[in-house]
């Protein structure tokens, strides 16, 4: 804390959660975009944030991406035994196993000691399928485990690059274009200014599952993500804490 206070990063912080109007932000140094090691220390701070909060048999739900991975990563010692589930916020996207909601929860329950469901459906669905699939019993299971969660950690997305891990289809990333696309978080995306202009039909956390969920632990860093950052946060439900890094934190207080 002495370090950070010399960097001017506990100031940074301060402003930073100021303007965003939310519960916290912790501001790692560096830009995630340009070293792997930046990324490691915002899922040291998200696995730190997460043992601060988390009490023993509660749930948590995880999204996917390369950011939570190093938040399943650094989960500390002091977490294990506390008989923690962890459930997999969204379903599959993109071919890298790695990275997906439910090989997270599967590592972050292995490091715990404690227990997770998996969720097996791809998370961008049909409107025929979405109705099949949320009657089946076992995935209305993980979905109420999701609802009710106790703590959410999830990754921000630049809009395109979703889109295009998504595979999106060229009509739809042609909507996201017009309308300026520059944010992605559980399958919606918005505008600069927080607007939501498209949402995928995904099965999993919905934006306004999060208005009952205590505890919110938003984790995004890097230069390429300080619009996505602002413009998720103008909707953020205001329980979020945001970690994120210096050159995302920097431009973000900028504009
Ligand atoms: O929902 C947002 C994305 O999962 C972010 O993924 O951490 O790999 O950039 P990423």
Redesign the pocket.
């Known amino acids: 804390h002495i370090m950070k206070e010399f960097s001017g990063i506990s100031s940074l912080e301060m402003e930073l959660t100021n303007k965003l109007g939310i519960k916290g932000c912790i501001i790692v140094p560096g830009n995630a975009d340009e070293s792997e090691w930046v990324k490691s220390e915002l899922g040291k701070m998200g696995a730190e944030q997460l043992s601060k909060i988390v009490q023993p048999k509660q749930t948590i739900s995880v ?7 190093s938040v399943a990563e650094a989960l500390p010692e002091n977490l294990k035994n506390k008989e923690l589930l962890f459930v997999p916020a969204r379903g599959g996207i993109g071919a890298d196993l790695q ?1 997906q909601a439910n090989s997270l929860c599967q590592i972050m329950a292995k490091k715990t000691a404690g227990d997770y469901m998996v969720l097996y459906v791809p998370d961008q669905v049909t409107k025929e399928l979405y109705h099949s699939f949320i009657n089946d019993s076992s995935i209305r299971e993980v979905l109420l485990k999701i609802k009710s969660s106790d703590v959410v950690i ?5 809009a395109i ?2 889109a295009k891990r998504r595979n999106t289809s060229q009509f739809e990333m042609d909507i996201l274009l017009e309308q300026q696309a520059v944010a ?3 399958g919606y995306y918005f505008d600069e200014n927080g607007k939501e202009v498209n949402k995928v039909n995904t099965i999993g956390l919905q934006l306004e599952d999060l208005q009952h969920i205590p505890h919110i632990i938003a984790i ?1 860093g890097g230069v390429s ?1 300080a619009k996505a950052i602002k413009a998720y946060m103008k909707i953020a439900p205001k329980n979020t804490i945001l970690v994120t890094d210096e050159s995302a934190a920097k431009l973000i207080l900028k504009g």
């Open positions: 999204t996917g991406g390369t950011t939570i991975a990275y999830h990754g921000i997305g630049d690059t979703m992605e978080a559980f995004a993500k």
